[in-house]
């Protein structure tokens, strides 16, 4: 039996508004599905089956260790398995991508000859996986990788500036240097971490002249992202402009108007950084529709305008 549903609508803009709210949509362009599961204990079935029935049209599952990528996608293999509807698991399937790629703690710099060397035989075996039934395989970007300078020894990195002699301060820009160049041999887009780092981050990008991807979760100002800007990346913002009390809150705001529409990303890093309400939660995908929200609030527009723009952007940055 079909149903139709006969609706006066006064504009094609407000036939458009309609469809959107009808089919939601909100890609989320950077999140760690096992850390969210595994680590969490977030029920990962209940966040693909939501992200499904709202039409989500893209998701990004982010690396974070050389030789991560089986078990992330293996993971996400697992959630699928125990979705009860076919046509449901085929679209969670046709909206999960991976990126591969190493952050930037003290033993991965270290050692980063050799994880260098994992991290390429992980995204080669990715690329040669000849089973396509089953999820996108093949990474479609390089990261999250960059530069971390937020000494914090109590927080979930343990980060301490003691750590960080002159050598492993080399080391940090050698190997996020390292993962531009291997980016620029596969064609990938980068997903670039930057935090309390700007003049080493825009440095590396200088020193390898490749300039393709996500600043990602940004965390600096107008003059940075103006810099970044004119060198062609992408801005993602996540729940943390949610966050900004009073003082700060203006700047965050013309921040967000100073990003161009056709540059403009947004995504949740979840398990981390759940947006206001949910602060201080265990954040999931799903949440990025609060991130839409506040910052379509600020930009004048829609969450689904703003939803329609990012996906625009996701299909021309990652060649979707």
């Known amino acids: 039996m079909k149903f139709f549903l006969f609706l006066e609508l006064e504009s094609p803009l407000e036939y458009t508004i309609f469809i959107f709210k009808v089919f939601n949509m909100f890609s989320d362009?950077?999140?760690?599905?096992?850390?969210?599961?595994?680590?969490?204990?977030?029920?990962?079935?209940e966040v693909l089956s939501t992200m499904a029935k709202r039409n989500c049209r893209f998701g990004l599952d982010i690396g974070t260790s050389a030789d991560d990528l089986a078990?992330?996608?293996?993971?996400?293999?697992r959630t699928i398995a125990g979705v009860d509807d076919a046509q449901l698991a085929e679209k969670i399937r046709n909206f999960m991508y991976f990126s591969a790629g190493i952050w930037p703690d003290v033993e991965a710099i270290h050692n980063r000859e050799q994880e260098m060397k994992t991290l390429r035989e992980s995204i080669e075996a990715a690329e040669s996986d000849s089973d396509q039934n089953t999820l996108h395989r093949q990474v479609i970007a390089i990261g999250e990788c960059g530069i971390d300078h937020h000494w914090n020894p109590s927080g979930a990195d343990g980060r301490c500036?003691?750590?960080?002699?002159?050598?492993?301060?080399?080391?940090?820009?050698?190997?996020?240097?390292?993962?531009?160049?291997?980016?620029?041999e596969k064609n990938l887009p980068v997903i670039v971490h930057s935090r309390d780092g700007f003049e080493d981050t825009i440095d590396c990008i200088?020193?390898?002249?490749?300039?393709?991807?996500?600043?990602?979760?940004?965390?600096?100002?107008?003059?940075e992202a103006r810099a970044f800007l004119d060198r062609g990346w992408y801005i993602a913002f996540g729940g943390a402009i949610t966050y900004n009390k009073k003082a700060k809150l203006e700047a965050v705001k013309d921040l967000l108007r100073f990003v161009p529409e056709d540059r403009f990303l947004c995504e949740t890093d979840a398990p981390y950084l759940a947006p206001v309400p949910l602060r201080g939660t265990v954040n999931t995908p799903v949440n990025v529709e609060?991130?839409?929200?506040?910052a379509s609030e600020v930009r004048g527009s829609s969450p689904e305008e703003l939803s329609g723009t990012v996906d625009e952007n996701i299909k021309k940055l990652f060649a979707l």
């Open 71 to 77: 078990e992330r996608q293996a993971c996400v293999e």
């Open 206 to 223: 200088k020193n390898v002249g490749y300039d393709r991807g996500i600043i990602h979760c940004y965390s600096y100002g107008i003059d």
């Open 161 to 184: 500036e003691s750590d960080f002699d002159a050598a492993t301060y080399r080391g940090e820009r050698q190997l996020f240097e390292a993962q531009l160049e291997l980016a620029r």
């Open 290 to 294: 609060h991130v839409y929200n506040f």
């Open 29 to 45: 362009t950077h999140f760690h599905f096992k850390m969210m599961t595994e680590d969490r204990g977030v029920d990962g079935l």
